[in-house]
């Protein structure tokens, strides 16, 4: 049943933003804003936390990365517009954690490796629009750009060590004159 539920969500997700765009004449603006939506209805609509949030966030980020790559944007444009968006959503209900920003973006890796885009570009992206929307929304700016970059380098890891060492490269020691700092994942004990 969870499939069949996290499934129609990522369904959901891209049809969702696939209608945005074409309608639109401004892609990056149109993904913000329904990103931005996606985002808001799926946090308000759930109890989940821990692994089922971020299996829920997964999906929907999962879902909207494949619409950006239906309409054709650039793996860097399509990661910071969605960037933005989720952290605005989060924000509208008070789910802009930096546990947030950082599952996202590694989902944005993640994802775009699975569509056959650029992760590099997708990480450089989720960075910038970090910082762009931790701007916005009045968040500190380099813990913002720094959960990113973290969660980027670890989607990477999950792809491969080559990928995460490239991903590193480009997002360290800055990103549009913010400082980023990578913190690695803790280790669960027993794990």
């Known amino acids: 049943m969870a499939v069949r539920y996290r499934k129609s969500v990522m369904a959901e997700a891209k049809q969702g933003l696939v209608g945005a765009l074409e309608k639109a004449d401004d892609f990056a603006t149109a993904t913000v804003n329904a990103v931005s939506g996606t985002m808001e209805h799926t946090l308000k609509g759930t109890r989940a936390l821990g692994k089922e949030l971020g299996g829920l966030m997964f999906e ?78 009045g968040l500190n700016v380099e813990e913002t750009a720094s959960a990113a970059a973290s969660g980027a380098v670890h989607g990477a890891s999950e792809i491969g060590p080559e990928q995460a060492a490239m991903v590193r490269q480009v997002l360290t020691p800055t990103v549009a004159g913010v400082s980023i700092t990578i913190r690695e994942p803790m280790e669960r004990a027993g794990a």
């Open 60 to 137: 929907t980020v999962a879902g909207l990365v494949l619409g950006t790559a239906e309409a054709g944007m650039k793996a860097d444009n399509a990661a910071k517009s969605i960037m933005i968006g989720s952290i605005r959503g989060a924000h509208q209900v008070g789910r802009d954690s930096l546990d947030t920003v950082s599952g996202v973006a590694a989902s944005l890796v993640k994802s775009m490796s699975h569509a056959g885009g650029n992760i590099v570009n997708a990480a450089q992206g989720a960075v910038l629009g970090a910082i762009d929307a931790a701007r916005d929304c």
